[in-house]
């Protein structure tokens, strides 16, 4: 079951503080430990991690050989091998359509100005190990970096007993160069350092536990990362045009991640927020994972029943989820009032495991608020560009002036000087 708010001004503030809230905390035994590992793998290198792998996963960093890919893509049944290719194929595409490109033109000073762009060197990518096994986020992630034109891309991964075939295979459809059995906070630290075989990465994307994610934070300026994920969330505004048993599924599909999970219904309609609240009873009930879907619906689900449907999309605006479902009679006409979402999901049938699998657009989304100023990954997260400028001296001339009156009201002497040696009578050619 949901709880089912009345949207009186107070009511939902408290559940949207209660959603902050558990974004908010964090763990700070988890970032004394990582603070440490971190630091030792910084100074020791390769020993180091060999000692936390061995402590943690009970096994040595090693990397997997090309040909354990190839046996990988063998042993995946044939219609995971087609989707897999299907999705890859589509986030390729969708990334190839958002490539910035290159380019210079002239100035109004007559100069040539414009910017280089290009893909980072290396990549790190974190697939988690373990019971969790998300092929797609291999794809997801590894994609659009390939898109970006990125020099090498490896992907690390916790050295589990068994390591898994879909995962694997996915490494390979993707384009993945190196793939190096290391996980934890120990692999975080020897790719932003480096550490003997490791290499260190300009970038590292993908989720990972709680140390993981502590990690990450600590490595943010050695190297770039793409957020700091905390727990899913999708939000659903809907009017009373609705399927309820779609909406209920949709909710469940995202409250089924963890108990940290965030699972809202926005609508102007109490009937349809009760169907959907008996939908949800119904559906938890033959579901596999029904144990945490409770947990989630019941400290972090609700149906706010709001006066109309701009209050919805204002109450949306402020939790910036990240995925926003517009199941009404016309989604489009409130797309124009969405400002905060990682991903919106316009109509019936357009459920948020579209996004999560096949559709294009990338899965790794801004949560916890965030959305309010993170974007999604794609190929823009693995470019960086360089400006370029070339002036000849008839076009340096003219304002050469300003220029030394701008560094002078600076104070910056030497920029100054900089211009007026090059206009002194002797460097006149």
């Avoid at 040539?112 to 992630?141: D, Q």
């Avoid at 034109?149 to 993707?174: F, Q």
């Avoid at 316009?346 to 965030?370: C, I, K, N, Q, W």
């Amino acid at each position: 079951m949901i709880t089912i708010i009345k949207a009186d001004g107070s009511a939902e503030r408290r559940q949207l503080d209660a959603m902050r809230a558990r974004a908010a905390e964090k763990n700070a035994d988890i970032e004394l430990a990582v603070k440490a590992i971190m630091e030792n793998v910084r100074q020791e290198g390769l020993p180091a991690v060999e000692r936390y792998s061995r402590q943690f996963d009970h096994k040595a960093p090693y990397e997997i050989r090309r040909e354990r890919l190839d046996e990988a893509y063998s042993a995946c049944p044939s219609e995971l091998i087609a989707a897999l290719e299907h999705a890859a194929k589509n986030i390729r595409d969708y990334n190839e359509k958002l490539l910035q490109k290159s380019g210079e033109w002239t100035s109004p000073d007559g100069g040539r100005v414009g910017r280089i762009v290009r893909g980072l060197g290396r990549v790190g990518i974190y697939v988690p190990g373990g019971t969790a096994a998300y092929p797609s986020s291999v794809l997801m992630n590894a994609v659009p970096a390939k898109v970006a034109g990125v020099g090498e891309i490896v992907m690390i991964t916790p050295p589990t007993e068994n390591l898994s075939d879909a995962v694997l295979a996915a490494a390979k459809i993707a384009g993945v160069d190196r793939v190096i059995a290391v996980g934890g906070a120990q692999a975080v630290a020897a790719v932003t350092y480096g550490a003997g075989f490791i290499p260190r990465v300009d970038k590292l994307v993908g989720p990972g536990n709680a140390y993981v994610a502590a990690a990450k934070r600590l490595a943010y300026g050695a190297l770039d990362i793409d957020m700091v994920a905390g727990p899913s969330e999708v939000l659903v505004i809907a009017d009373k045009t609705a399927n309820p048993k779609y909406v209920a599924a949709d909710l469940l599909s995202q409250a089924e991640h963890d108990r940290l999970a965030s699972a809202v219904l926005l609508t102007d309609d109490p009937e349809l927020a009760r169907a959907v609240d008996g939908e949800i009873v119904r559906q938890t009930d033959y579901l596999s994972r029904s144990e945490i879907m409770e947990a989630s619906l019941r400290d972090f689900g609700c149906a706010i029943v709001c006066g109309d449907l701009a209050q919805c999309v204002e109450i949306a605006n402020e939790i910036a989820p990240e995925h926003l479902e517009i199941v009404t009679e016309d989604p489009r006409a409130l797309l124009p009032l969405v400002k905060n979402a990682g991903a919106v999901f316009l109509g019936a049938y357009t459920p948020e495991p579209l996004g999560d699998y096949l559709a294009g657009p990338d899965h790794v989304l801004p949560t916890s608020g965030t959305a309010r100023f993170f974007s999604p990954l794609s190929v823009d997260s693995f470019l960086k560009s360089m400006s370029v400028l070339e002036f000849s001296r008839e076009a340096l001339e003219p304002i050469s002036g300003e220029i030394i009156a701008l560094a002078q009201a600076e104070k910056l002497t030497a920029h100054a000087n900089s211009i007026q040696v090059r206009f002194e009578k002797e460097n006149t050619p």
